[in-house]
C-alpha cells in the first residue's frame, strides 16, 4: 500500500503542483478557480476518449505500439485536448496569452491525471524511477505542450483578429514536440531534466510578454474610454464627433433606436472602465468585486443589444473596442 501511494505521488503530484504554481504566478489571476476546474474535467475527458482510440488503433488495426506512440498517439492527444482551448480563445473567453497557457496546462493536467491512473492501474513497473518520469517528464510534457498550443494560437488569435487558421501552427508545434518526446531521443532521464529546463522558460517569458502587454493596455484604452465616457455623460455630445456621427445615421434608425444606441454605447463603456479598474486593483494585490449594479447593467446591455439589432451595432462598431481583448474584459467583469 504504501509503495502505490508513493508511486501515485510521484506519477501524479508534480504536474498539479506545477499548475498551482503557474496561477500563482499571474499577477492578475484572471483565470476563475471554476475555469481551472472545468479545464481540468475537459481534460480528464478527453483522456478518457484518446485510451480509448490509442487501444482500438493498436489493436483493433493492428498498429506496433511504438508506431503509435511516435506518430498517431501525439496527433490524437494533442488535437483533442487542443479543442477546448481553442473554443475558449474563438469565444473570447481568456483576454490574454497567459491565461490561456494556463488554461491550456490545466487541461493537459487533467489528461495526464488519468492518463497516469490508468498506467498506474496497468503497468507493474517495481522501480520509483519509471513513475518519476511519468510524473515529472509524461505527465508535465501533456500540460506543457497544450500550454505552448495556447500561447501561440492566442498570440496569433489576436494579430489576425480570429481570422484564418490561427490554431494550425501552435498544433503544428505541439504535435511535432509531442512525436519528438516519444522518440525517446534521449534517455527518459535526460528528456526529463531538458523538459524542465525548457518548458518553464518558456511560460516565463509568456508571463513577461503578457504582462508587459496587459499593462500597456491597460494605460491607453483606460484613458481612451474615460475620455468618451466624459463626452457621453458631459450634456454636449451634439458638438462632439459622436454626436455628428449619430446624426448621419437619422435616416437610417428612428429617434428611439438612436437613444438606444447612445445608451448602449454609454453602458459598454461604462462596464469596460470598471472591467479595467478591477484588473488594475488585482494587479495591485486586491481582490476587489464588481461594482454594485453590475449585473443589472449587463442585462439592460443584453436587452439594448437585441433592441437595436446587429445593424445597429455595426453601426457604433467605430467607437466600441471590439478586438478580443477587449471584448473579453466585458465578459470576465460578468464572471
Known amino acids: 500500500m504504501i509503495d502505490l501511494v508513493v508511486r501515485f505521488a510521484v506519477s501524479l503530484l508534480p504536474v498539479v503542483l506545477f499548475l498551482i504554481t503557474l496561477v500563482y504566478l499571474d499577477s492578475y489571476k484572471l483565470v476563475h478557480v471554476r475555469s481551472l476546474v472545468m479545464a481540468i474535467l475537459v481534460g480528464c475527458a478527453v483522456a478518457l476518449v484518446c485510451l480509448s482510440i490509442n487501444n482500438a488503433v493498436i489493436h483493433g488495426l493492428d498498429v506496433p505500439r511504438r508506431t503509435s506512440s511516435r506518430y498517431i498517439a501525439p496527433v490524437i492527444e494533442e488535437t483533442l485536448k487542443a479543442m477546448y482551448v481553442a473554443w475558449l480563445i474563438s469565444r473570447r473567453r481568456v483576454g490574454f496569452p ?4 494556463i488554461v491550456g496546462f490545466a487541461t493537459g493536467t487533467g489528461f495526464a491525471l488519468i492518463e497516469n491512473t490508468y498506467y498506474l492501474q496497468t503497468l507493474h513497473a517495481k522501480s520509483i524511477m519509471v513513475w518519476v518520469v511519468r510524473g515529472l517528464g509524461t505527465a508535465v510534457m501533456h500540460g506543457g505542450m497544450t500550454a505552448i498550443f495556447a500561447i501561440v494560437a492566442k498570440t496569433l488569435f489576436d494579430r489576425r483578429d480570429g481570422r484564418g487558421a490561427w490554431w494550425l501552427p501552435g498544433l503544428g508545434i505541439a504535435i511535432a514536440l509531442h512525436s519528438l518526446f516519444n522518440h525517446f531521443i534521449l534517455p527518459p ?3 526529463t531534466l531538458v523538459l524542465h529546463i525548457t518548458l518553464p522558460g518558456i511560460i516565463l517569458f509568456a508571463f513577461w510578454r503578457s504582462e508587459r502587454a496587459t499593462k500597456h493596455w491597460l494605460g491607453t484604452q483606460m484613458d ?4 468618451l465616457l466624459d463626452i457621453i455623460n458631459s450634456g454636449s455630445i451634439a458638438e462632439s464627433r459622436i454626436g455628428h456621427y449619430i446624426d448621419t445615421m ?28 478591477l484588473l488594475m486593483m488585482r494587479e495591485a494585490g486586491f481582490k476587489p468585486a464588481p461594482p454594485a449594479g453590475t449585473q443589472e447593467k449587463f442585462r ?4 439594448l443589444e437585441k433592441t437595436i439589432g446587429p445593424t445597429g451595432r455595426l453601426a457604433i462598431a467605430p ?7 477587449d471584448l473579453w474584459q466585458i465578459y470576465m467583469l460578468d464572471q
Open 250 to 277: 437619422k435616416k437610417q434608425f428612428t429617434p428611439e433606436v438612436l437613444l438606444d444606441i447612445l445608451c448602449y454605447l454609454r453602458l459598454h463603456v461604462e462596464l469596460a472602465i470598471s472591467a479595467k479598474g
Open 224 to 227: 481612451v474610454d474615460a475620455e
Open 98 to 101: 497567459v491565461d490561456a497557457a
Open 300 to 303: 439592460e446591455l443584453k436587452h
Open 319 to 325: 467607437f466600441l473596442h471590439t478586438s478580443s481583448r
Open 189 to 191: 532521464v535526460v528528456s
